[in-house]
């Protein structure tokens, strides 16, 4: 099956900084999701993505759909400590969601 | 209501017990998933239901038995689990299977299998 790659694997920031993670992938995906899971948490939905070169944001957060449609990336800007948690970023396959390995972001205040 | 709810919160088993987990979502979704959930690991697909129907069995051991109600319901059977399958269960919904298919999660079940 698909798989995606999702880097970094972990970061360690200070609080206000800009933080940027990425997804890539060897196929293509018609949409693109990010989702933050706090720990003993369900994931949440951030940011859905439809469209090739789409850029959509939340808030502080930013997300793009890789206009190959092999990619993704999410900005987080000016991080706050509750922001930390692992995010994964996912890729629509059929029926399926085909999901990043997760970015751990720890922020230190 | 966009919320995905799941019963119970934590729950811990014997290999010998028969428990069920339970899930309810209220957005008219028709689509439903089960997910098994490792630490640090990305949610794994088990089953999908669309319109109360079995679609996908990710090839899931038969000690998980899933069940869909009605259209708000999406239950769990759990039988002779072993330690292994200690996990956090998560549910989730989409509108359907075509479209955009956003899934909303559940908080998810801590299982413990002793």
């Known amino acids: 099956g698909q798989q995606l790659n999702q880097s970094p694997q972990s970061m360690f920031i200070q609080e206000g900084e800009d933080v940027s993670m990425n997804c890539t992938s060897s196929?293509?995906?018609?949409?693109w999701l990010w989702y933050k899971q706090d720990p003993g948490e369900g994931p949440v939905l951030l940011i859905a993505?439809?469209?090739?070169?789409e850029l959509t944001s939340n808030g502080r957060l930013t997300a793009q759909f890789g206009i190959t449609r092999k990619d993704s990336f999410l900005n987080i800007s000016a991080s706050i400590p509750s922001d930390v948690g692992i995010y994964f970023c996912?890729?629509?396959?059929?029926?399926?969601?085909?999901f990043g390995a997760g970015t751990i972001l720890r922020v230190k205040s | 209501d966009t919320e995905v709810t799941q019963t119970p919160k934590h729950l811990v088993m014997g290999m010998t017990n028969k428990k069920s987990l339970k899930c309810e979502q209220h957005?008219?979704?028709?689509?439903m998933y089960w997910y098994k959930q490792k630490a640090k690991k990305p949610p794994e697909l088990m089953f999908v239901?669309?319109?109360?129907?079995?679609?996908i069995n990710e090839s899931v051991p038969s000690r998980f038995s899933p069940e869909c109600p009605n259209s708000s319901l999406l239950n769990l059977h759990l039988h002779a689990l072993q330690p292994e399958d200690s996990a956090l269960y998560l549910c989730?919904?989409?509108?359907?299977?075509?479209?955009?298919?956003?899934?909303?999660f559940g908080p998810g079940t801590r299982l413990t299998v002793l």
């Open positions: 989730a919904s989409s509108q359907d299977l075509t479209g955009y298919n956003e899934q909303f």
């Open positions: 196929s293509i995906f018609n949409t």
């Open positions: 993505l439809y469209k090739a070169g």
């Open positions: 996912a890729g629509r396959d059929g029926n399926k969601l085909v």
């Open positions: 957005m008219g979704h028709r689509a």
């Open positions: 239901y669309s319109y109360e129907k079995l679609s």
